[in-house]
């Protein structure tokens, strides 16, 4: 687990309609649920906010202060703007730190010096980006790496049961899920157009009889 992210936030008084007005002013909703403390709105500064939760993941474990209270929390959804794509709003989920928790936590595919890409020019085809891990919050993991390293030949796979996991930490999707898949590149070409003499491409199917008759000599003359 990497260093703990520290959020501080205020108890929201403003609810509904009227929070837009906190939004022009560059405040960020939220809410904070959980262990040890019942649903509350909450205030955070929205570009403070915005900048640390860009280098975080959904299994970061972050120090969420609210006045003079402490959370270990954890980000369970975020609301963006349709069109700005900036954060709307926040939903925090307060953890115990002695209990097993469940999240989802990215996956980073390690894709240099893969043999498979480098002596057959396999390419690599991602089957999931994230695994759902169980652990304590104090092993937490931002992310699991997938060492594709050890894919020497077209055909070769690395599964879920494959994955080397940090201490104390349990993948609970099937072991068997596919994570990465080295297959060939190669094309099958679809069979040339057979052409005449002249060039010019022959119709498939039965071959056209033209009929010389009287009139054609007729013309001909």
Same mark, same amino acid.
């Given at each position: 687990?990497?260093?703990?992210?520290?959020?501080? *936030?205020?108890?929201?008084?403003?609810?509904?309609?009227?929070? #837009?007005?906190?939004?022009?002013?560059? #405040? /960020?909703? *939220?809410?904070?649920? &959980?262990? @040890?403390? %019942?649903?509350?709105?909450?205030?955070?500064?929205?570009?403070? +906010? =915005?900048?640390?939760?860009?280098?975080? =993941?959904?299994?970061?474990?972050?120090?969420?202060?609210?006045?003079?209270?402490?959370?270990?929390?954890?980000?369970?959804?975020?609301?963006?703007?349709?069109?700005?794509?900036?954060?709307?709003?926040?939903?925090?989920?307060?953890?115990?730190?002695?209990? /097993?928790?469940?999240?989802?936590?990215?996956?980073?595919? /390690? !894709?240099?010096?893969?043999?498979?890409?480098?002596?057959? %020019?396999?390419?690599?085809?991602?089957?999931?980006?994230?695994? $759902?891990?169980?652990?304590?919050?104090?092993?937490?993991?931002?992310?699991?790496?997938?060492?594709? !390293? +050890?894919?020497? =030949?077209?055909?070769?796979?690395? +599964?879920?049961?494959?994955?080397?996991?940090?201490? &104390?930490?349990?993948?609970? %999707?099937?072991?068997?899920?596919?994570?990465?898949? *080295?297959?060939?590149?190669?094309? /099958?070409?679809?069979? $040339?157009?057979?052409?005449?003499?002249? @060039?010019?491409?022959?119709?498939?199917?039965?071959?056209?009889?033209?009929?010389? @008759? #009287?009139?054609?000599?007729? *013309?001909?003359?």
């Amino acid at each position: 687990m990497s260093e703990q992210i520290i959020l501080e *936030a205020t108890r929201r008084e403003v609810i509904g309609k009227q929070v #837009k007005q906190l939004r022009r002013e560059g #405040k /960020l909703p *939220a809410v904070v649920y &959980g262990y @040890g403390v %019942d649903a509350t709105p909450i205030l955070l500064d929205l570009r403070e +906010t =915005s900048r640390i939760l860009k280098n975080t =993941s959904v299994s970061t474990l972050i120090n969420l202060k609210v006045d003079d209270a402490e959370h270990n929390v954890l980000v369970r959804e975020v609301q963006k703007g349709i069109l700005s794509r900036a954060i709307t709003h926040i939903d925090f989920q307060a953890i115990a730190m002695n209990v /097993l928790v469940r999240t989802q936590v990215p996956l980073v595919v /390690l !894709s240099e010096n893969v043999p498979a890409v480098n002596d057959f %020019d396999a390419m690599l085809n991602i089957g999931v980006d994230s695994v $759902e891990i169980e652990c304590l919050p104090r092993n937490l993991p931002d992310q699991i790496e997938v060492d594709a !390293s +050890t894919l020497i =030949s077209i055909g070769d796979s690395i +599964t879920v049961a494959d994955l080397v996991l940090p201490e &104390g930490v349990a993948v609970m %999707d099937d072991p068997e899920t596919m994570l990465v898949f *080295a297959s060939s590149q190669q094309i /099958l070409e679809e069979p $040339e157009e057979e052409v005449d003499e002249f @060039g010019d491409e022959l119709a498939e199917g039965e071959p056209e009889v033209l009929e010389q @008759g #009287k009139g054609d000599e007729e *013309a001909e003359e």
